[in-house]
């Protein structure tokens, strides 16, 4: 079983950045062969997907940030990152990563992004 944790959120204003990452840990434990994904659930709704990325590299988004998000994979660390440009108000919501496609690893904590003015 791996651990996750997420870190980067924060506020930030509309139109801003914000750059997330993920650290899954575990004894042996490597990302290699894993389809990783980002989540987020924002207040009384339930958690959507949001961005995949295959252990070959290829990614896929959700419509509403296509365009604005960027999901890449650092295997050597086994980190798991998302870059967030152009956010809006409605990107407001705790984020989190895990795998896609196989049974999910314990959920981490996640990491807050609330985008205000």
């Known amino acids: 079983q791996a651990q996750l944790v997420e870190s980067g959120g924060g506020l930030v204003q509309p139109g801003g950045s914000l750059r997330l990452s993920c650290a899954v840990s575990?004894?042996?434990?490597?990302?290699?062969?894993?389809?990783l994904a980002w989540y987020r659930q924002a207040p009384g709704k339930a958690r959507e997907l949001v961005a995949v990325?295959?252990?070959?590299?290829?990614?896929d988004y959700t419509n509403s940030v296509k365009g604005r998000f960027t999901i890449s994979r650092d295997n050597a660390k086994n980190t798991v990152y998302l870059e967030m440009d152009s956010l809006k108000p409605e990107d407001t919501a705790v984020y989190y990563c895990?795998?896609?496609?196989?049974?999910?690893?314990?959920w981490g904590q996640g990491t807050q992004v609330t985008v205000s003015s």
């Open positions: 990325i295959y252990s070959g590299g290829t990614t």
């Open positions: 895990n795998t896609f496609a196989r049974p999910p690893f314990e």
């Open positions: 575990g004894s042996g434990f490597s990302i290699y062969n894993l389809a």
